[in-house]
Antibody, heavy 118, light 107 residues
Framework: QVQLVESGGGVVQPGGSLRVSCATS????????MHWVRQAPGKGLEWVAV????????FYADSVKGRFTISRDDSKKTLSLQMNSLRAEDTAIYYC???????????WGQGTLVTVSS | IQLTQSPSSLSASVGDRVTITCRAS???????LAWYQQKPGKAPNLLIY???TLQSGVPSRFSGSGSGTDFTLTISGLQPEDFATYYC?????????FGQGTKVEIK
């Protein structure tokens, strides 16, 4: 069965860096684009970034552009998000999600909490 | 494209028929409209895609309809496990956007 498992969340000071990862299994990783979506405490869902199935294209929300980098390691079937210059407003649960033909996200991980606080 | 859901919250009883509306700030293709359910402490779960196609494993009491700028999610016969927050999503524009969510609570 398809599984997405995030890890790497934690507490980081403003201006700091953190890398979160998403380990996948149960499907052919190289056939699918992957997304990061975040949810601030008590708030709604916000798309963060996407990487194409072959890694050839990457796109970011304006709110994270220039600070976050999405990547994938096909040999490990793992998606990552490197987050630099973190701000308090980046505090959120970060979910990875599988893209289905750019029409919807059919599988989500359980999320990992990133807290930016001094 | 902005998505506005209404209502933001509602109270309903088991067995009720519930309708949630998602209005887009401009027309979108039905192919790019999806609905998700999220329970507290859990990840979102896909219910409906392409505006009206039920995801595998989702109960048939859930249905979706609409086109252009107006879309609806209907739950026919609310069950205890349906109390949750529901989000619409459009992927007509790159990256997409989510509605602000509709919380369905027990009356």
């Amino acid at each position: 069965q398809v599984q997405l498992v995030e890890s790497g969340g934690g507490v980081v000071q403003p201006g700091g860096s953190l890398r979160v990862s998403c380990a996948t299994s149960g499907f052919t990783f190289t056939n699918f684009g992957m997304h990061w979506v975040r949810q601030a405490p008590g708030k709604g869902l916000e798309w963060v970034a996407v990487i194409w199935y072959d890694g050839s294209k990457k796109f970011y929300a304006d709110s994270v552009k220039g600070r976050f980098t999405i990547s994938r390691d096909d040999s490990k079937k793992t998606l990552s998000l490197q987050m630099n210059s973190l701000r308090a407003e980046d505090t959120a649960i970060y979910y990875c999600a599988r893209d289905q033909r750019s029409n919807y996200y059919d599988y989500w991980g359980q999320g990992t909490l990133v807290t930016v606080s001094s | 494209i902005q998505l506005t859901q209404s209502p933001s919250s509602l109270s309903a009883s088991v067995g009720d028929r519930v309708t949630i509306t998602c209005r887009a700030s401009q027309g979108i293709s039905s192919s790019y409209l999806a609905w998700y359910q999220q329970k507290p402490g859990k990840a979102p779960n896909l219910l409906i895609y392409a505006a009206s196609t039920l995801q595998s494993g989702v109960p048939s009491r859930f249905s979706g309809s609409g086109s252009g700028t107006d879309f609806t999610l209907t739950i026919s016969g609310l069950q205890p496990e349906d109390f949750a927050t529901y989000y619409c999503q459009q992927l007509n524009t790159f990256g997409g956007t989510f509605g602000q969510g509709t919380k369905v609570e027990i009356k």
